[in-house]
């Protein structure tokens, strides 16, 4: 058996540094194990999918990301592993337990995914192996998926057997203390401003220091159709993800992070609402255009009618909400919110259904948007080697100590 402890430190000399999952009674050692480590952030999720997107959006910010999920969740990951990862070319190491192991008796219901597990991973162009079962052969394999994945940019996954991990008991326990604030309501109800107002509105507040994440669908596209640039990351797939990403990326940045989300696309991972609020990122701002309908599919309608989500912001621990259905009001919001530094912010915005006439598809490809979205979130200017060098010059130059 393997300890969890050396499990962690392996990982860590091979730069994984960023973990996300659901817990599974096998991984309950890894888990307790990356929790007390002061080292390493953990960010529990509310669903495998959701961790898979959170994960992604680390390696954004320039981390990278494991996962850890029981095999049973594997299906709730494959969307966002098929048209998030691979398309994007976004890697992550996939710890996924392996849950009706046809070697062991288990329960009924892990059977039939216990049969299929390998399989799925390989039809999704994952390439997977057993998690080894000792030090020696960790260390090999480790460092050949450090290789492969810097190479192909594409997940790995290591299916974990049960009684793999030496016991660990968990040490730290974190508890949240939230004062909840009142939503602040500014409707006018009158004619609702169209999706592509609110977004020519935000565009004329924000400059190219700050990060854009839109949601898939129609949204991504007039983002695109107004103005491209580095700094937005135009997802496709992966419906329900981009918060997801967006705190990924909020938590390991120090950029603002704005998310352009939609009513169908938030109802798909609600969960991750509580996500956002637990981790209270001071940086992230989450815009919901709301029209009630799949706007991209024939406008069929949502349940968004019946949900108060400035208000389930408010209770999952956001902290500020507020909801509004004209722009003059959004465009106020927006402003204060930007110069604000007590996030995160969630902001309601009801909109007409319908797009532009003859709207346009990003044209550049996935995996480039993630390449510059990644390059942009980079802090050139404190990070680099030149420019630390440079300021160091400067330093001696001041103290009148010559510099050769």
Excluded at 3 to 18: E, R, T, V
Excluded at 53 to 80: F, R
Excluded at 182 to 196: E, G, H, N
Excluded at 295 to 321: E, H, M, P, R, W
């Amino acid at each position: 058996m393997i300890s969890a402890n050396f499990l962690i430190n392996q990982l860590a000399k091979h730069g994984f540094n960023f973990f996300s999952g659901v817990p599974c009674s096998y991984l309950t050692s890894v888990i307790n194990g990356v929790i007390n480590s002061k080292k390493i952030k953990y960010i529990g999720a509310t669903s495998e999918g959701e961790a898979v997107g959170i994960a992604s959006g680390a390696w954004l910010a320039g981390k990278k990301g494991v996962v850890m999920i029981q095999n049973s969740g594997l299906g709730n990951t494959i969307n966002p592993l098929t048209s998030l990862n691979y398309p994007f070319k976004i890697p992550i190491l996939l710890i996924t337990t392996w849950r009706g192991d046809p070697k062991i008796k288990d329960e009924p219901q892990h059977e039939l995914m216990g049969k299929i597990t390998k399989n799925i991973l390989t039809l999704s162009k994952i390439k997977n192996e057993i998690f080894p079962t000792n030090e020696k052969n960790l260390k090999k394999v480790l460092f050949k998926i450090n290789n492969l994945t810097n190479k192909t940019s594409l997940p790995y996954a290591l299916i974990m057997r049960k009684e793999t991990i030496k016991k660990e008991k968990l040490k730290q326990k974190k508890i949240f203390f939230k004062k909840k604030n009142k939503v602040l309501i500014y409707y006018k109800k009158k004619k609702l401003p169209t999706r592509f107002q609110i977004i020519k509105e935000l565009q004329k507040n924000i400059n190219n220091k700050i990060a854009v994440i839109s949601t898939t669908g129609k949204t991504g596209r007039e983002l695109f159709s107004l103005k491209d640039c580095e700094n937005y990351f135009y997802q496709v797939g992966s419906m329900g993800c981009a918060n997801a990403i967006a705190l990924g990326v909020a938590l390991n940045s120090k950029k603002k992070i704005i998310i352009l989300d939609g009513d169908g696309a938030l109802l798909m991972k609600m969960g991750n609402m509580s996500t956002i609020g637990a981790n209270q990122p001071k940086n992230l701002i989450h815009i919901l255009l709301d029209n009630n309908v799949h706007d991209s599919t024939g406008q069929q309608l949502t349940n968004a009618s019946t949900v108060d989500f400035s208000n389930i912001a408010i209770n999952c621990g956001y902290k500020n909400s507020y909801s509004t259905d004209n722009l003059d009001d959004f465009s106020k919001i927006i402003k204060t919110n930007l110069k604000n530094t007590f996030g995160p912010t969630f902001i309601h915005i009801k909109i007409q259904k319908g797009s532009i006439e003859n709207l346009g598809r990003p044209t550049i490809h996935p995996k480039d948007v993630a390449v510059r979205f990644k390059n942009f979130l980079k802090d050139k200017n404190t990070h680099s080697i030149s420019f630390k060098i440079k300021k160091l010059k400067e330093y001696l130059k001041l103290k009148d100590i010559e510099v050769r």
